[in-house]
């Protein structure tokens, strides 16, 4: 049997934590041993449907005490699970349900797994000629005993963040996910009797499914489990859940800190709750904004937060998960250079005074992980020079399953292209700068369109985490480029015209080129990633 089922089922049985889910209406606790027998359960109406070894299962449910079990009853089998992407609100049905067939066939499923909120898609499927299963009638199974399992199995086809009409899934197998949550438990000194963790994070993306169900479930950690959906409801869920559990490890995108923070000054009492026991408090999934940072400490403190506990990270799906924590307890660490060197000569020198851009640090490589930066001939560059940033160690990925078959994600030598741009200090801490397909090229100059979306969303209507900037006539010689935001006062001229010139303004004081073009939009239209991820390249049409 592999290093991570056997530990998994041996932890399930030893372990005094648990599982608590349900939060805020119907909580509920369960054990890692009572999550292990129903997935003994689970793992038999899988058998009989004749899943096996080597099998796709795909699961589109939205509860973790539905998804922990059925994930484990799945591994129970030999078979790898996949995470579908959930519909939200404003999800286009049509397209979703296109997209997720693809999915389906791509991995070529042996049954899909549905449950409650989308049990409305079991027909759908069906009639796809899918083998459809439920988890209430899985449950009602006959438990059955796990299979063998190699340590190369492959445990997670991971959609990748940008999977829309021509998916791929990164392959993460057994041996990656041991990896990589040995690293992890280190690189955060973890303590599984004291840590408790509590996640919203949603389980069909890397972080909330393998960094916050499946290493806790693998160690027999306390977690604490809800929904997006009961977070994005009800944001001070967060700090009321850290509160009642005395959580002391987290995490969230960036855009997630901000949304606490506006919440905690517009809405919290004083004294309403206390983060004092929040020890570890992981900002990844995408680039850390030291001003956002530095709000949300202000906004904390006062209940309590340590402003220590801010950990900015680094990682991806094609790692397991992570590539680099910064140092634990030590918050966040800013490397201020000079903006006019890194945008014209690449390289990220030290200033603190003229025109500076401040870069959040991500710590060094957790064990088992190597990081270099290369130039785009694939020269190897010293520290503070900034190119593509690659990965090579145990937790990398073989590759993807897509539509075309098999691609590899390595080269011969093991590194992995990250596809950002970025660079090393001096003492190996790795900085990102930006997505390479995303930066915008003017007169030599590389532009970041973070800094755009972040001096854009400084002006007042302009809704936080939507505003975009889209390269223009990308590759030619006067390559431009264009933002986009949102807001509520889209159908007010003069608002708009405001809107427009201020966000112009705000533009040019932060990376000295105006665009051609400020596109003022209804909240709800700017493209994301099931994960909240601006999808850049879709917004294109946005601004034509």
């Given amino acids: 049997m592999s290093r991570f089922t056997d530990t998994m089922y041996r932890n399930a049985q030893l ?28 793992a038999g109406g899988l058998a009989a449907v004749g899943v096996g070894p080597g099998d796709a299962v795909a699961v589109l449910a939205g509860a973790p005490v539905e ?23 404003r999800t286009d049905l049509v397209r979703w349900a296109a997209e997720t067939t693809a999915v389906i066939t791509m991995i070529s499923a042996k049954a899909v797994v549905v449950s409650d909120p989308f049990m409305a898609a079991a027909p759908v499927l069906e009639d796809l000629g899918m083998t459809v299963l439920t988890v209430e ?3 009602r199974s006959a438990p059955v005993d796990p299979v063998d399992t190699d340590d190369d199995a492959v445990a997670l ?30 690189g955060c000194e973890f303590d599984l009797d004291t840590d408790v963790i509590v996640s919203w994070l949603p389980c069909f993306h890397d972080m909330g499914m393998t960094g916050y169900l499946t290493v806790p479930m693998f160690y027999g950690a306390e977690l604490v489990k809800v929904t997006p959906m009961d977070f ?25 800190y901000t949304l606490l923070a506006r919440r905690l000054r517009r809405q919290a009492a004083p004294g309403e709750f206390d983060l004092s026991s929040l020890r570890w408090a992981l900002s990844g999934a995408e680039q850390v904004d030291p001003i956002d940072v530095d709000d949300l400490c202000a906004a904390a403190v006062p209940f309590g937060l340590n402003p220590a506990a801010i950990v900015p990270a680094y990682g991806m799906a094609e790692t397991t998960v992570a590539v680099s924590f910064s140092a634990c307890g030590g918050g966040m660490v800013v490397d201020e250079v000079d903006a006019d060197l890194l945008a014209l000569l690449h390289h990220a020198v030290p200033a603190t005074g003229g025109r500076t851009r401040r870069l959040v640090s991500l710590g060094r490589p957790l064990r088992g992980l190597q990081v270099r930066i290369v130039d785009k001939d694939g020269a190897h560059l010293p520290a503070r020079g900034v190119g593509v940033i690659e990965v090579r160690g145990a937790p990398v990925a073989d590759g993807y399953t897509t539509v075309a078959g098999f691609i590899a994600a390595q080269d011969e030598c093991g590194w992995y ?17 930006g997505r390479l397909k995303d930066v915008i090229i003017m007169a030599g100059r590389n ?6 979306e972040r001096a854009a969303a400084r002006v007042a209507g302009v809704r936080p985490g939507c505003a975009v900037a889209v390269r223009l006539d990308a590759g030619r010689s006067r390559e431009s480029f264009a933002v986009a935001v949102e807001s509520k006062d889209f159908g007010d001229e003069e608002q708009v015209r405001r809107i427009e010139r201020e966000v112009a303004h705000e533009v040019f004081s932060e990376v000295d080129v105006r665009p051609r ?13 099931a994960s909240g991820k601006l999808r850049r390249a879709h917004a294109l049409a946005l601004v034509d």
């Fill in 67 to 89: 998804i922990a079990p059925t994930a484990q009853g799945i591994w129970m089998r030999g078979a790898s699970l996949t995470m579908l992407h959930q519909p939200t609100p």
């Fill in 157 to 186: 086809m991971q959609l990748t963040s940008g999977s829309t009409g021509s998916p791929k899934a990164v392959r993460i197998t057994h041996a990656n996910i041991v990896a990589n949550a040995e690293a992890m438990t280190e």
């Fill in 232 to 256: 994005l409801s009800d944001i001070l869920l967060w700090p009321r859940l850290i509160q009642k559990y005395r959580g002391t490890m987290t995490a969230a995108p960036n855009f997630a």
């Fill in 447 to 452: 532009i970041y369109p973070t800094d755009i």
């Fill in 417 to 433: 292209d990250t596809g950002d741009l970025g660079y090393l200090t001096e003492t190996g801490e790795v900085v990102v700068c």
């Fill in 517 to 529: 073009k400020v596109v003022v939009l209804a909240p709800g239209t700017i493209p994301k990633t």
């Fill in 137 to 139: 009638d899985l449950l």
């Fill in 15 to 42: 372990s005094r934590h648990g599982l608590n889910t349900g939060e805020p209406h119907a909580p509920v606790r369960h054990t890692w041993a009572q999550v292990h027998q129903r997935a003994r359960c689970i």
